[in-house]
């Protein structure tokens, strides 16, 4: 008999939390190594391989159109090796398809399978069409600009709508792969380069355009609706084009001929294309094709079996499972291998695993070493797959020929990202110098660095310069010119002027790689607003009456990446030559100054001392004694030099600028 106070005790006990059901052991599924996943073609049969290891059945549709109406035709898929299904479709078939799984007794949402390569509208079913027979005139012969080594690549970063969605962009097919293959446009007050023409004029050598595979977030039936606008990182189908940026979503060549003719314009003015790929997340896991084919096996869990979040998205792909591995880098070599691309920017690489990124490099490799991979070195939150496997900053030397933003420069020279009252080195804020430095030898090992100073690495992570981005803004945050607004209050537009010319000073004449998000080279704004995904054009669009505005702040940008281009000693190929030819010679807080001495890298020039004072006033620099020639003083820049300096002791550096001198 129990006691009333024990029974009472009893009854008032929390009741205990039921543990989380143990996770499938995932690494027990059976892998599939061939190279026949999704539709493959011999002629005109194609076969159809999908990877669903737990399902009892699996059932392809065929539909006549892209989106509505009823199936044609059902099929059972048939049981194969690794954990695959397979059928044959008749020769000739056309149209579109689904697969749907039966697991576990239940009849799962019907979906295109992860290996698509063509889609209808919105992404809904796969279409049956080989992407090679959607081709623009000229396809086969088209060749990848050549690429003598990776520290000559000059990024310029784009929004494929932003570039040509102005009124005034001169451009006809706003928004369209093909408003960026059109040349000879023309923009507002005497402007005569807009769009593609502009980024050959700026000196570019890799465009890097915002994710052009097809993402959720805009109805692909109705684009111009309410002004819908995305910059796209919520990927729907990773290996297949965007359809709103196709001049007829609802056919599935279109999108895939269209980007081909973007690509090969580009080629053919010789700029290489880089695309921006989201691996690390899905827009939404519970309705992905992912989670309808092999439920769990594509996304990370915690211990409790909720979604890990690494992302800030929800989700984060588990990319050290075996065929997710394999999904990624078949999608990127299908990708460089079906639409020419020649690079790579991985969106929060730092979610993804260390074997996964050497595999992806592996795999480009086959086709051409010169195909460049980057990404961002972190993540938007933790994540259960242990720091040591990620392709994290700190990882990059395990990483060959792969290379990571810097922020350390980046919030060194402006400030930081996301405190954007706060200014940087550019304009005035002291105790950023060895940041800054940390970005100028390309994150490498430099002698004279105290890396106890740096902002946030307190060691290099490139063991090469090539390994390292530098940039001070990007789509993401404030752009240059609204940052160096908002925390500069009560400042003269002359004098932001100078900051932001100083800020990308420092970036294209440090070592390592370049980064610019296009429209920086003259001033543009977004009304100071920090996270505009999915803001109108309003916001994003490229204004280039700005060109015209700011004419000669366009032209010195224009003239320093000629600088960078013209001589070597600023983009050395080795951490070990950056030892030999950079030092860092005496300055007083708020500004640096290094020689790049003895022809660096071959170059013409004997020795180039380059200046940066951020500070608001003047300051004197001492020298060697010597006859110097100004290439660059402040807004002024020219090759064949501004004057003469006859230095007997040292010189003076005017606030918020730079000062480049050469022997």
Not at 13 to 39: F, K, N, Q, V
Not at 228 to 237: A, C, K, Q, V
Not at 360 to 387: C, K, M, N
């Amino acid at each position: 008999m129990i006691r009333p106070l024990l029974l009472l005790l009893v009854l008032l006990a929390p009741t205990p939390t039921p543990a989380a059901p143990p996770l499938p052991d995932y690494s027990t599924y059976p892998t599939y190594l061939g190279p026949d996943l999704g539709l493959t073609w011999r002629g005109p049969q194609a076969t159809l391989r999908v990877w669903a290891p737990t399902a009892e059945a699996l059932r392809l549709r065929l539909y006549v159109a892209g989106t509505g109406g009823i199936p044609t035709s059902t099929h059972a898929m048939a049981k194969a090796e690794g954990g695959t299904w397979t059928y044959a479709l008749p020769a000739g078939t056309t149209g579109f398809y689904t697969v749907q799984a039966t697991i576990g007794g239940k009849a799962l949402a019907e979906v295109a399978d992860p290996y698509a390569h063509a889609v209808g509208i919105n992404g809904v079913r796969g279409a049956v069409l080989n992407p090679a027979t959607a081709q623009p005139p000229g396809w086969p012969d088209d060749l990848r600009p050549a690429l003598k080594q990776a520290t000559d690549i000059v990024i310029g970063e784009v929004h494929l709508r932003d570039l040509s969605m102005h009124p005034q962009s001169g451009i006809r097919e706003k928004g369209k792969y093909l408003g960026l293959a059109q040349t000879s446009t023309r923009g507002p007050g005497g402007v005569l380069s807009t769009g593609l023409d502009h980024l050959v004029e700026l000196g570019l050598t890799h465009v890097h355009l915002l994710p052009t595979n097809d993402f959720a977030s805009i109805d692909e039936a109705a684009p111009a609706r309410a002004n819908r606008y995305n910059w796209g990182y919520d990927p729907l189908h990773y290996s297949v084009p965007e359809g709103s940026y196709s001049t007829n979503a609802a056919d599935p060549a279109a999108r895939i001929r269209e980007f081909k003719q973007m690509v090969e314009n580009l080629h053919g003015a010789g700029l290489c294309v880089v695309l921006d790929v989201v691996y690390n997340h899905t827009a939404d896991a519970a309705r992905s094709n992912f989670e309808q084919l092999v439920p769990g096996y594509y996304y990370r869990q915690n211990p409790d079996g909720r979604l890990s979040n690494a992302t800030a998205c929800g989700n984060e792909i588990a990319s050290e499972r075996p065929m997710v591995r394999k999904l990624i880098v078949e999608s990127v070599a299908h990708w460089a291998r079906e639409y020419h691309a020649d690079g790579f920017r991985f969106d929060l690489m730092g979610v993804l695993d260390i074997e996964t990124m050497r595999a992806v490099r592996i795999a480009l490799d086959q086709q051409d070493h010169s195909i460049f991979v980057y990404g961002e070195g972190w993540t938007a939150g933790p994540s259960p797959l242990p720091d040591p496997r990620r392709a994290l900053k700190g990882n990059m030397m395990k990483l060959d020929r792969i290379a990571a933003f810097g922020d350390e420069l980046r919030d060194g020279v402006k400030g930081h990202y996301a405190r954007q009252t706060e200014p940087g080195f550019a304009s005035g804020q002291p105790g950023l110098e060895e940041s800054v430095k940390f970005g100028i030898v390309a994150a490498t090992q430099h002698p004279q660095l105290d890396y106890a100073k740096v902002n946030y690495s307190k060691a290099p992570w490139a063991s090469s310069p090539a390994q390292a981005i530098n940039y001070v803004a990007c789509h993401d945050d404030m752009v240059l010119w609204d940052k160096l607004h908002v925390s500069n209050p009560n400042v003269s537009e002359d004098t932001l002027i100078k900051m932001d010319l100083l800020s990308n000073t420092i970036v294209f004449t440090s070592q390592g790689i370049p980064f610019l998000p296009v429209g920086d080279e003259f001033l543009r704004t977004k009304g100071g607003a920090h996270n505009s995904y999915n803001l109108p054009d309003s916001v994003n669009q490229i204004d280039w009456s700005r060109k015209a505005k700011y004419a000669q702040v366009y032209d010195f940008y224009r003239r320093l990446i000629a600088l960078r281009r013209a001589h070597p000693a600023f983009r050395l190929p080795t951490a070990g030559l950056i030892q030999q030819h950079l030092e860092f010679l005496p300055t007083r807080p708020g500004s640096i100054a290094y020689q790049l001495k003895d022809h660096a890298g071959g170059d013409a020039w004997e020795n180039i001392t380059v200046i940066f004072n951020g500070s608001k006033s003047a300051t004197g620099v001492s020298l060697p004694r010597g006859t110097y020639k100004v290439v660059l003083r402040g807004n002024q820049l020219n090759e064949d030099g501004l004057d003469v300096l006859e230095v007997t002791s040292g010189v003076q550096v005017s606030g918020n600028s730079a000062l480049v001198l050469v022997q």
